[in-house]
């Protein structure tokens, strides 16, 4: 016997999750305060990424300093990595540059193979 697909008329109910969020563009700035925010870590931690040079706002100083989506983003896997896999703020550095590095290749291989 085949299981119905979750949205058919006799399908058991399912409980269905519902994802809210937005997209930030990388014209999207953000201030110090919103990426902590956004990456549930201490100012401190974001200032480590900075000096590491993992990310690169834009400003002067730390009041000054803004960010894009793209930093969101670089921010919340270098966050994952420490938290959740212990890796130091080097090791997480380099994991982020080779994540990257995997990804620009995969979209050129994608390109040459023509899918």
Do not use: K, Y
Not at 44 to 65: D, H, K, R, Y
Not at 100 to 113: G, P, Q, T
């Amino acid at each position: 016997m085949t299981p119905l697909p979750p949205d058919a008329p006799d399908a058991p109910a399912t409980r269905r999750l519902q994802l809210t969020g937005f997209i930030l563009e990388e014209q999207t700035e953000l201030t110090l305060g919103d990426l902590c925010r956004a990456c549930a870590v201490e100012s401190s931690a974001i200032m480590e990424l900075v000096e590491e040079g993992v990310l690169n706002p834009a400003g002067e100083a730390p009041g000054q300093w803004r960010f894009t989506g793209l930093h969101l983003h670089r921010a919340r896997i270098a966050a994952r990595l420490q938290r959740d896999l212990g890796v130091n703020l080097a090791g997480a550095a380099l994991a982020l540059e080779l994540l990257e590095e995997m990804d620009l290749l995969r979209a050129r291989l994608l390109r040459i193979s023509g899918t």
